[in-house]
């Protein structure tokens, strides 16, 4: 069976046990009986950040493929199995890792578990050409659906590509340029799986009205013959100064209904008490109706339509600030910016109020309430916090390191990293309007938008997601 159980109790009394397989497949387990349903959540530790240079895109990819089929379960038969069950499913994709999941009632927990089980370990059976063409033909149509067509598509990219220098794992994003689609062989198809979707390099969590003795006995039978691997490939370096030195900005001239402002931001990672901090700081500043760029930009100032600003966390290097402002009217794109450099540089001086530091505070516990009031949401985040932190208990603990947080870390985290030479800028044009002035250090592919070696949207655009019939 593996590593014996290590049991702990987390908030409001949840808890959750560690198992290990011998094969090196970590499982959490958590029972919750008050509603007849279970959620099963497997992270596998890849993302675009494990991807090389002409093959991006294929992690993504590869999540469409764990949907075509497998030794017992041919085509489309994931879904009809679990969809005919009562059961949900879909997969993601980030830079930092893939999920797929299923909820299920709670009489057919051994249905997803041995689906899953099934795809792990014998995807390749079913692997061929034509699947491969399939997919990848769903990919570059929801490519050009999201990001390419469709106005400001290709604004997260991006600034993804100024904030994160050319080579760093984080330049491109999940969704792949169509280039690299196009280039991805078969063989490349198979190598990814044979390095990536082994049981050592994932995480399983079953939460829900389960028995966790029958389930854990059950995640022996299905998962625990699948022989571990040992051929992934080392992480590249992503280690970055805090700062990006100097504002890079990119004028684009596009047919978008209106001008804009978006910038990012480098933050700290994710795990430490300074990006908590600068999570509060970004909630306070522009998050919602009472944050404080709404407030002047929209209901003062009246200069825009929309002003947000949020946080795209990240383990593996600093963190992204993403600020997102579209102007009002014929309002030039210099006033908006005045008015933004006015209140950040006022924040970074006084920091936030005692009542607007309480009140982001509670915006975080309610995120995070959102999270753990579902089984399928609590099976996600024991996956997340064992895979990118090393300990699931971590994530009953969240909310309180939040709250923890003081006014004072706050004002230091927004002084230090909210400042004009630790931004990447895009100044969204429409066509025909005249040409803006140009300040800071101009990119010179600005233009270009297969530069930025693309991605894919959801969690701040920073994962990609859609089921995949």
């Known amino acids: 069976m593996g590593n014996p159980a290590v049991n702990h109790t987390g908030a409001a009394g949840l808890t ?14 958590s029972e919750d009986h008050l509603t007849p349903v279970a959620a099963v959540c497997i992270w596998y530790d890849v993302g675009s950040r494990h991807e090389i240079s002409g093959r991006t895109g294929l992690a993504h990819l590869f999540e469409h493929l764990m949907f075509q089929g497998s030794a017992q379960v041919t085509g489309n038969g ?17 830079f930092e890792r893939t999920n797929y999941f299923e909820t299920m009632p709670a009489h057919q927990l051994e249905l997803a578990l041995w689906l899953e089980a099934d795809r792990m370990g014998t995807l390749l059976a079913a692997l061929d050409d034509e699947s491969l063409d399939n997919q990848r033909d769903v990919v570059k149509n929801e490519r050009r659906q999201r990001y390419d067509n469709v106005p400001y598509g290709t604004a997260f990219e991006r600034l993804i590509a100024l904030a994160y220098p050319e080579g760093h794992p984080y330049h491109h994003t999940p969704i792949g340029s169509m280039t690299d689609l196009d280039a991805a062989t078969l063989a490349d198809a198979r190598a990814f799986f044979r390095a990536n979707y082994a049981p050592n390099n994932a995480v399983l969590a079953i939460v829900g009205d389960i028995d966790s003795q029958q389930t854990l006995a059950w995640a022996d039978k299905y998962f625990g013959s699948i022989p571990a691997h040992d051929g992934k ?75 947000d600003f949020g946080v795209m966390r990240l383990a593996g290097t600093p963190s992204l600030g993403w600020m997102d402002v579209k102007a009002s009217g014929g309002t030039e794109v210099p006033q908006i910016e005045a008015a933004v450099n006015e209140e950040l540089a006022r924040f970074s001086a006084d920091g936030p109020s005692a009542e607007e530091l309480e009140r982001a505070q509670a915006q975080l516990e309610r995120e995070w309430l959102d999270r753990f009031s579902t089984v399928a949401g609590r099976a996600d985040e024991l996956c997340r916090y064992a895979v990118l932190f090393g300990d699931p208990q971590l994530a009953f603990t969240a909310v309180s390191r939040a709250l923890d947080i003081t006014a004072a870390e706050v004002k230091a985290v927004a002084a230090a990293r909210l400042r004009p030479d630790n931004r990447a800028v895009l100044v969204y044009e429409p066509t025909g309007s005249p040409e803006p002035a140009v300040t800071g250090q101009v990119d010179p592919d ?10 894919g949207a959801g969690e701040n655009s920073a994962g990609e997601d859609g089921t995949r019939q």
């Open 446 to 455: 600005g233009a270009d938008p297969d530069g930025a070696d693309p991605d």
């Open 78 to 94: 994931h879904f009809e199995l679990v969809q005919g069950a009562g059961g949900s499913l879909n997969g993601t994709t980030s």
């Open 233 to 307: 490939m080392p992480l590249r370096n992503a280690e970055l100064p805090d700062i990006i030195g100097t504002e890079i900005r990119q004028v684009i001239r596009e047919d978008v209904p209106a001008r804009a402002l978006m910038a990012a931001y480098r933050l700290p990672e994710d795990g430490t008490r300074e990006c908590d901090a600068a999570d509060l700081a970004v909630t306070v500043l522009g998050n919602g109706m009472s944050s404080r760029l709404y407030n002047r930009l929209v209901r003062h100032d009246r200069t825009a339509i929309a002003a």
């Open 16 to 29: 959750a046990t560690e198992h290990r397989l011998a094969n090196g497949l970590r499982l959490v387990l």
